[in-house]
């Protein structure tokens, strides 16, 4: 019913920029907070970034600040994740989601999509 699909992960090189998007059915996308995380093998998922319902409040880990831009277009039902200055550290399956609260904690968020993987070669 509820569906979060992500899409535009790819392999980059350091320094290079890959714009994500998740695409929501299924829910009242407005009425909903969205997150990105992202997981590395043999490492907890990490939170990135958090976008109020209508896009006017944003947060974001230290980790990808300045570098990272979270952004909504709730007539598409579509999250993005803008990801500049991109690093090897940064390699992981990157996953969007949905809370009725923004949130910096993975249990707040009720919808996950299946992820994308995104590889930054050195």
């Known amino acids: 019913q509820v569906q979060l699909v992500e899409s535009g992960g790819g392999l980059v090189q350091t320094g290079d920029s890959l714009r994500l998007s998740c695409a929501a059915s299924g829910l009242t996308f407005s009425m909903y907070a969205m997150g990105w995380f992202r997981q590395a093998p043999g490492k907890e998922r990490e939170f990135l970034s958090t976008i109020s319902l209508s896009g006017g409040g944003t947060f974001y880990a230290d980790s990808v600040k300045g570098r990272f831009t979270i952004s909504r277009d709730n007539a598409k039902n579509t999250v993005y994740l803008q990801m500049n200055s991109l690093k090897p550290e940064d390699t992981a399956v990157y996953y969007c989601?949905?809370?009725?609260?923004?949130?910096?904690?993975?249990?707040?968020?009720?919808?996950w999509g299946q992820g994308t993987q995104v590889t930054v070669s050195s």
């Open positions: 989601a949905a809370a009725r609260y923004t949130s910096t904690k993975a249990t707040a968020y009720g919808y």
